[in-house]
Each structure stands twice: as C-alpha cells, then as structure tokens.
C-alpha cells in the first residue's frame, strides 16, 4: 500500500505532544539526534515547556520538523524501508523541510541545521516589529481584501473552507477585530510573528546563504529541472518525483531553494562554453554528452556544526537589596530657590522628603551595599555569578562601567560586566537581559543593579525635577527556577520625544563654556501625559504577556516618578483593594534606575505575606524608553 504524507506547519505543536513517544527507546533515541543537529532541546521543549515557550519561532520550528521525522519513521521506518510505499510527500510551511528529508532530499541532520536556522532568523525579523496572524472566516474575499489593502494588512494564506489567514502589525489587526467584514469572525492566532509577509524578509538572505551549503541528496536524477514537475520517463510516461509517482518527490514552491541547480546568478553554459572549456578543469565531464545531466556530486568540503548553550528553562528573582542615601532632605530645604512651598510639592509629587547622598559616597557605593545584601539573602555562591548588569545614568565616569568597578568589589570576576543606560527603565531592563541570559546558557545566576545620585545632576533652580530626585541602589539576583518567575517582557522606546526630559546641555557645550554643568530638567505636562496614558498600555500588554489579569496581582511596583503618575496608572488598570502598591517615593523620592528595586525590597519589608506573589514592574523614563514584566516575589 502506498501513502502520501503531507508535514505540518507551525501552530500544529501543543505542550507535552513527544511525551507518550519518548516511552520508546529507538524514538527517543533518534529525537536525540535531531536535537544534536539543531542545537535545541527537543526532549524539554516536547515534554515539559509551556505553550508559551513552544510558540517562540526559534523553537517551534525545529520541534515541528522533528515530529514529522519521528512520525514518518514510526510509520514507513527508515529510508530504505519507505521507498516502495511513499507515493508522494508535501510539505506546509517550514513542513516543506520536513518533506525534503522523507523525500531524501536533504539529510535529517541538515534539515534539522537548516530549520533551526530558519527558526531564529525568523523569530529575529519577528522581533523588529509586533506583528501577528489572525483568521478570517466567512468574508467575501474581495471585500477582505480591500480592507486588508486599507489597513496595511496582507493575507498570508488561502486556507480554502471560507478561510484566510491575514498578518501584519498588531495596531492593525486588532483594528480588523473591531470592526471585521459583514458576517466574518476574526481569531487571533497564536503566532509570533507574520509569517509568509514582507515582514520575514530580513531572514531571507540568512537562509539563502545557509541554503547554498547544504548538499543535495544524490538519488535526485532529475536535476535539471527548475521548480518545474520533471519530465516524462521516456520509456514509461512515469514523471519521477512527482506525487503519485513510487519516487517520493516533494513539490515545492517556485522559489525553493532546493529546486535549483545552479548557484543564484551563474548562466547556464552554452554546448560550445562546454567544448572549450579547458581540458585540466573538464576531466570525465569532457566525455560526457553536452546536455546530459551526470550524477550528483558532494563538494568536498563540509561545513562544520557550531555548539550552542542552552540553560535554565525558567528563572526567577531570588532576593532584592538596597541601599539609599545618607542624608534626609526635606522639602523645606529646596522650596527657597523654585519659589514654592512643601504644600505645592506634595500635591503634585507626593514626596515629603527624599534621601541623598552625601559628598564622597558614589552610585557604585551605594550599588555595593545593594548587592551585597541581595547576595547574602539568595545564598548563591559569588564563583556563581556569570554576569553583572548595572543600570545607571550617573556613574562617575563614561568608561570604564560601573558594573566592572562592582564586579571586582564583590569579589565575582570574571563575571562579565556592563553598564544599561536606560535611565528609569533600566532596571526593567537588567531582568529581562538577565533573564534571557540565564534561559541562553550564557550565565547561571546574574547579579542586576540599578544605582543613581542623582543629586550631582540636580540645579536647585529647576522647578520642574529639582525637588523629585533622590540617591540610592536596589539590587537582585536572578536564577534558575522549577516554574515561571519572569514573564516575556515589553519593552521598547520612542525616540520621537527624545528630549522631553534629560540633560540641559551636552558635556561638548559645558567643556568648551557655552553651558554651564549639565543639569537635569523635563518637560513636566509632556511627560505626565506620555507616563499615564502611554505606560498604561504597556502595563496591560505585560499583564496580556504573563498570561494573567490584575485579579492575580499580588503587588503593583511603577517607577517611582511621581505619587500623582502611580495613582493614575493603578486606577487605569484597575487594581484591586488587595493588591499592593510600591510608594516609597514619598521618602525617598525618585531615583531612576533605582526606584522599582527600592520600593519592592520596602513592600517586601513591610509585608513579608507578599512573597511568592506575583508583581508587575514597569519602569518609564528618559528616552522615552520603557520595560514592564510580571515576576514572582522571592
């Protein structure tokens, strides 16, 4: 009996689908294998990671491929086995690669590199814009198209069954939800990006190049042929490799790279090019008939397989540290210069009184303390440490980092070390660098900081910041863990308003006297309003991200810029009574990369109930730039 096997595409994985086939030793033994070729966990992925996990692009597509590889060979055995029974192979999608390896096009093991390629280089063109997939039931095509064409949308699949697949930037699609063509239902896909849309062509190039090195099976006999159904057998009338015949082909797109035989670009040689091509480089070819395809030839040269790391598959953060400054300030200390009063700043800050440092003690002094604190709380061993991350806008010196001065300090080099110039929103941007780290294998445990003194920056003049700032550290130390303690992040920038708060001046004006020390200032009303409409739809895109409501939120910690800012947000994204919100502004005041940390070490202080909840952080500051994650309280 014959059969034809048609390979699935992505979104046909679900969580722990390998595991009642890996009971069986020869499955299990053969999906490492094809782990070892694409460099990817394919037995933790299959059994053990969420749907979450198994939707990221990088990983989805090689798991994808290795279950139709373990299925065909559950079912027709291996490739001599299935020869006389696979009438005809196809593929979906990066199915197609799957499809090449049963139709011994490819080798598993390179079907396996190139898919994992595949995988990151389109996660990659995924991540430079939110985009996403949506299904389109029961339109009339040509009014769905239109409106796609309006909204900058494109349709990605004609699944048939009154059903098209339409991809493009999240903005848009939601916009096509709202408002869906007469008697048509649109379904959200879960999908990382828009595939099959312009928006994969930066991941084109990379699998080309990829593409060009891989050897073709040589039981291909029909090699001439260019994405065209090959020709009749002379004698038979039989079209080898095509579906339906006993030869398993795969029918693949026009623009399939293995359909071509000759490198992009090069011409096809005339009879008489042939002829004269020089004795020395035509060896057996010379004899051949010109015309006649010969046998397919390996290069002599392979390419070599990199290792890649893999770590943790979740972490979380094991303990907070802090440290704020020496000195109280008060508000009657500062109202004299801007002309105000401690009602005034109150009202429109919340702060009452914020802590500095005094002269002689530094950001990375304040760092040390910080983690110092939040190594001894987590237990880790300091040899343990793989990387340090300070996020900072007020070391003493361009270069070299604070983080590398911090690191020698604590006794963990040679962790590497690097400052995040991120302003309010570095340390939102410490956790998910460190978590990525650790889920990379790059690093086992990482030690993130956020430390300001800001005070050195403050002219007591600016009436619209001088009186928020404030000097001190948090620190955390992030691990691996059993379950999910940091959720995806959403994070970005929007440089649009690069200048809407920052330095007066550029160190340039100051050294060459135009200016005096450079000083921080704002555009108070803009900011404001960029903070509370703005943050509070990325505060609810983290929430989405986590997979939860703000019903589930154990504590609400925003960056500590303003009391006014904080009460906004909690009442936009309508937080309930039990949950907890950082204010420790009010007596410390705002200290930038520093504030989150510090007001969740104070929550965690003073309600130690709070541990093992789960927190959103959002931090928003100069830039305009952003981060916001929901983590596990340690």
């Not at 699935?8 to 490492?32: D, M, N, R």
């Not at 939110?130 to 029961?138: F, Q, R």
């Not at 009452?352 to 003690?361: D, F, P, Q």
């Not at 760092?367 to 003493?396: F, M, Q, W, Y």
């Amino acid at each position: 009996m014959s059969v034809v096997i048609v390979a699935p595409g992505q979104g046909s994985q679900t969580p722990g689908f390998l595991e009642p086939w890996l009971a069986e030793p020869a499955i299990a033994a053969h999906l490492g294998e094809l782990a070892e070729a694409s460099g990817v966990d394919l037995a933790a992925h299959g059994t053990t990671s969420d749907a979450d996990t198994i939707r990221d692009t990088a990983v989805a597509q090689p798991l994808i491929v290795a279950a139709s590889l373990l299925s065909l060979r559950a079912v027709l055995g291996d490739s001599s086995a299935r020869a006389g029974r696979l009438a005809g192979i196809a593929g979906h999608s990066v199915g197609e690669l799957a499809a090449a390896a049963g139709a011994g096009i490819l080798s598993e093991a390179d079907a396996m590199r190139l898919v994992a390629l595949r995988g990151r280089a389109m996660a990659s063109a995924a991540a430079e814009v939110k985009t996403g997939m949506s299904a389109v039931i029961g339109a009339d095509e040509g009014e769905l198209l239109g409106m796609l064409a309006a909204l900058g949308l494109e349709p990605a699949n004609f699944n048939g069954g009154g059903q098209i697949v339409v991809a493009g930037e999240l903005p848009a699609l939601e916009r096509l939800k709202e408002t869906p063509p007469p008697g048509a239902r649109v379904i959200p896909l879960q999908v990382a990006g828009a595939f099959h849309t312009r928006f994969m062509a930066p991941a084109v190039e990379t699998l080309r190049e990829a593409a060009a090195d891989v050897a073709v099976q040589p039981r291909r006999q029909h090699r001439r042929q260019r994405c065209r159904l090959p020709r009749p057998h002379r004698r038979t009338g039989r079209q080898p490799g095509a579906l339906g015949s006993d030869d398993g082909g795969v029918r693949g797109r026009r623009n399939h790279r293995n359909c071509r035989t000759r490198p992009r670009g090069r011409p096809r040689r005339s009879r008489q090019a042939w002829a004269e091509r020089p004795s020395h480089r035509r060896g057996q070819d010379a004899r051949r008939p010109p015309g006649r395809a010969g046998p397919h030839r390996r290069s002599s040269m392979s390419t070599p397989t990199l290792t890649q790391s893999s770590g943790a598959q979740y972490t979380r953060i094991l303990s907070f540290g802090a440290a704020r400054g020496d000195l109280v300030v008060p508000n009657e200390d500062l109202i004299g210069p801007i002309n105000s009063s401690d009602e005034w700043i109150r009202q429109r800050t919340g702060v009452v009184t914020r802590k500095r440092a005094s002269k002689g003690i530094n950001a990375v002094d304040l760092a040390e303390t910080a983690a110092n604190e939040a190594l001894e709380k987590a237990g880790v061993p300091r040899e343990k440490i793989g990387a340090v991350l300070v996020s900072t806008i007020s070391n003493v010196a361009v270069t070299p980092s604070m983080a590398s001065l911090l690191a020698d300090r604590l006794g963990v080099t040679p962790a590497p070390a690097y400052d995040i110039s991120a302003a309010c929103a570095g340390y939102t941007y410490g956790i998910a660098q460190a978590d990525a780290l650790i889920r990379s294998g790059a690093a086992e445990y990482v030690l993130v900081g956020g430390a300001e003194k800001l005070s050195q920056y403050v002219h007591p003049e600016a009436r619209s910041i001088s009186f928020l700032l404030g000097d001190g550290a948090g620190a955390v130390v992030v691990g691996p863990a059993e379950e999910p303690g940091i959720a995806a992040s959403v994070w970005g920038s929007d440089g649009s308003k690069w200048d809407a708060v920052g330095m007066n001046a550029t160190f340039e004006e100051y050294l060459d006297g135009e200016k005096p020390w450079p000083t921080m200032r704002q555009e108070g009303q803009t900011v404001f309003r960029w903070a509370v409409w703005e943050m509070a739809k990325v505060a609810k895109q983290a929430l989405e991200a986590a997979g939860i409501t703000a019903d589930d939120l154990a504590a609400f910690v925003p960056h500590q810029a303003n009391m006014r800012i904080i009460d906004e947000l909690a009442k936009q994204l309508k937080l309930p009574e039990h949950v907890m919100i950082g204010r420790d502004i009010q007596t410390t005041g705002n200290t930038s990369a520093a504030s989150i940390p510090l007001a969740t070490h104070r929550l965690l202080e003073e309600h130690p109930e709070l541990s093992g909840g789960l927190a959103l952080q959002i931090g928003f500051g100069a830039g305009l730039v952003y981060g916001a994650q929901v983590v596990r309280l340690p």
